[in-house]
Structure formats: structure tokens, C-alpha cells
């Protein structure tokens, strides 16, 4: 009776481990920038492990622009190493400048459990900002 106690622990311990999110599970993440008014260009990213998505939207006479390239495995391993999945869970977003003619910068994690994280214009969060800023980078430099 005591190692059927031990294993029913042991697969209850086992099954809340596997139900959480790791940078392993990501399957999406998302960049955007979202601006309002006339002259500003709003765009978004969306890297997956084999697509990286882009598409841009502004006031001009050809407001909306999406490309499509191929992703490489070393480009979503480069990408995956900068996520800092703790710091995206406790970073403290603000509630938006695009109301107010500013612009949000935000991005999505998706992960193949359906969870999502969000950050939205992160940069107010002096602990944990600088946790994701390197994926910024990484975003930049694509």
C-alpha cells in the first residue's frame, strides 16, 4: 500500500510538472508596434520555428503590406534563447499609449498549451525590463 501511495505521488508530481510552460513549449512569438494617426507606421512580427511573418499598415495609399520568409531552425533557436519566460510572467505592462497618439510596443509569447504571455511597453519595468530587452534586440537585428 506504501508504493502505491509513493507512485500515485510520483505521477501526480510528474503530471503538474508537465502541464507547465517552458520556453520549450513556445510555438509563436509576436512583435508588434501600434500607432495611431496620420504619418506613423504600425507593424508586426510573428516568428514561428519555420515562418517569420511580417506585415506593416500605414495612412498612405498602400496601407497594408505583409511578407512571408522562411524561418530557419538556427534562426528559432537563436530566438528561443532570449526569452526569459519568468521575466515576461512578472514584468508589469502599462495600459497604453495608442489612445493618446503615442505607440505600444508589445510582444506575445504563444505556447502550445494555448497559455499566452503578454508584455505591453514593458520598458516602465526597471526589475524585468532588462531581462527581455535582448529579445528586442534579437528582433531588431532580423
Keep these: 500500500m506504501k508504493n502505491m501511495k509513493h507512485l500515485f505521488f510520483l505521477l ?21 508596434s501600434i500607432c495611431r494617426g496620420k504619418g506613423c507606421k504600425s507593424h508586426s512580427s510573428v516568428f514561428t520555428k519555420d515562418s517569420i511573418i511580417e506585415s506593416v499598415f500605414d495612412w498612405s495609399p498602400k496601407p497594408f503590406e505583409e511578407t512571408k520568409r522562411i524561418n ?7 530566438l528561443l534563447d532570449n526569452v526569459d519566460v519568468e521575466a515576461f510572467e ?6 497604453g499609449r495608442y489612445q493618446y497618439d503615442g505607440t505600444d510596443q508589445i510582444i506575445i509569447l504563444y505556447f502550445s498549451n494555448k497559455k499566452r504571455l503578454k508584455v505591453s511597453n514593458g520598458n516602465q519595468d526597471s526589475l524585468y525590463y532588462p531581462r527581455i530587452e535582448k529579445l528586442y534586440q534579437f528582433y531588431r537585428n532580423q
Design 90 to 95: 512578472n514584468i508589469k505592462s502599462d495600459s
Design 12 to 32: 501526480l508530481l510528474f503530471s503538474v510538472l508537465s502541464c507547465q510552460s517552458t520556453d520549450k513549449d513556445i510555438v509563436k512569438v509576436e512583435f508588434k
Design 72 to 78: 530557419t531552425p538556427e534562426n528559432w533557436k537563436k
